[in-house]
Each structure stands twice: as structure tokens, then as C-alpha cells.
């Protein structure tokens, strides 16, 4: 039930940091899901289903900034989808 919440309905606050949401995803991906029942050795998320996971929990305006830049996080590794990601959030940051 946590992985389905996690892919379909869990979104990223408006206020925290891809960094930080990445984070917290991994938190609950190697020290939480491991304590839940049926306590099985594979019952972690892979790095796919984590790039899914952010996918859908950030603005759609991001996954259209992706493909209109040419960049497709289904073939890149977890780090790089969180560069780029990084990299959108603060273009679109207004600075003081």
C-alpha cells in the first residue's frame, strides 16, 4: 500500500527542494519499506520505479520541459534526473 501511494498520489510540496523530496524518497525506500510486512529481501523500490515515482510527483511543466529539451529520464540514471530536475526548479526560482 506505501508503494502504491508513493506512485500514484504522493506529490511533491511546493516548498521543499527536489533534493530534499529525493531524499526523503530514499529514506523511505531503504530504512522504512524494509520494516513492513512481508519482509521480504527485494521489497525495495528500483531506481526505475524511483524515477517514476519523481516523474509524477513533480509539476507537469517539468515533464514538458524535459521533453522539449530532449532529455528522457526513462533512460538516465536516478543522479541525472535529479541534476536535471535541480536544474529546472532553480531556472524558474525567481531570484531576489
Given at each position: 500500500?506505501?508503494?502504491?501511494?508513493l506512485?500514484?498520489?504522493?506529490?511533491?510540496?511546493?516548498?521543499?527542494?527536489?533534493?530534499?523530496?529525493?531524499?526523503?524518497?530514499?529514506?523511505?525506500?531503504?530504512?522504512e519499506?524494509?520494516?513492513?510486512p512481508?519482509?521480504?529481501?527485494?521489497?525495495?523500490?528500483?531506481?526505475?520505479?524511483?524515477?517514476?515515482?519523481?516523474?509524477?510527483?513533480?509539476?507537469?511543466?517539468?515533464?514538458?520541459?524535459?521533453?522539449?529539451?530532449?532529455?528522457?529520464?526513462?533512460?538516465?540514471?536516478?543522479?541525472?534526473?535529479?541534476?536535471?530536475?535541480?536544474?529546472?526548479?532553480?531556472?524558474?526560482?525567481?531570484?531576489?
Open positions: 500500500m506505501v508503494k502504491r501511494y506512485r500514484r498520489e504522493c506529490r511533491k510540496p511546493a516548498d521543499m527542494s527536489v533534493r530534499a523530496y529525493y531524499q526523503h524518497l530514499l529514506r523511505i525506500n531503504n530504512d519499506l524494509v520494516l513492513l512481508p519482509f521480504q529481501a527485494d521489497q525495495n523500490m528500483g531506481n526505475d520505479e524511483l524515477i517514476d515515482i519523481l516523474i509524477y510527483a513533480t509539476p507537469r511543466s517539468w515533464s514538458r520541459e524535459m521533453e522539449r529539451q530532449g532529455f528522457d529520464p526513462i533512460t538516465s540514471a536516478l543522479p541525472e534526473v535529479v541534476d536535471f530536475m535541480e536544474r529546472i526548479e532553480q531556472s524558474l526560482t525567481p531570484s531576489t
